[in-house]
């Protein structure tokens, strides 16, 4: 069974920063692309970055694109965003999830066992 943990939000100013972290354990993670996700209060979960198994292909949505960066450790199993230049409409709870993929600007997963996520709240 596929688990993953998300850690690492908090509360922060608007143009601060904030790095996200997420292990995985119950798949083989080196094989699988990662994405971040996340869940506004009143929205459906959007689709955030996801990167390819090898870390060399990168996809972001419009809204982060040039803000978040998206990495990860292999040999760790673990996942990150590095967010900056935060806004208070980045302000949700953030999840990851394996098996994204992006197509005409949407990234997505089919992924049915999501964590618990980790709340970021960004103030104006």
């Known amino acids: 069974q596929v688990q993953v943990v998300e850690s690492g939000g908090g509360l922060v100013q608007a143009g601060g920063s904030l790095r996200l972290s997420c292990t995985a354990s119950?798949?083989?993670?080196?094989?699988?692309?990662m994405g971040w996700f996340r869940q506004a209060p009143g929205k459906e979960r959007e689709g955030v970055s996801c990167?390819?198994?090898?870390?060399?292909?990168?996809y972001y949505s419009d809204s982060v694109r040039g803000r978040f960066t998206i990495s990860r450790d292999n040999a760790k199993k673990a996942l990150y965003l590095q967010m900056n230049s935060l806004k208070p409409e980045d302000t949700a709870i953030y999840y990851c999830?394996?098996?994204?993929?992006?197509?005409?600007?949407?990234?997505?997963?089919?992924?049915?066992?999501w964590g618990q996520g980790t709340q970021v709240t960004v103030s104006s």
């Open positions: 999830a394996p098996d994204c993929a992006s197509n005409e600007g949407r990234i997505y997963s089919s992924f049915g066992s």
């Open positions: 119950g798949l083989t993670f080196a094989n699988n692309a």
């Open positions: 990167i390819g198994w090898s870390g060399s292909i990168a």
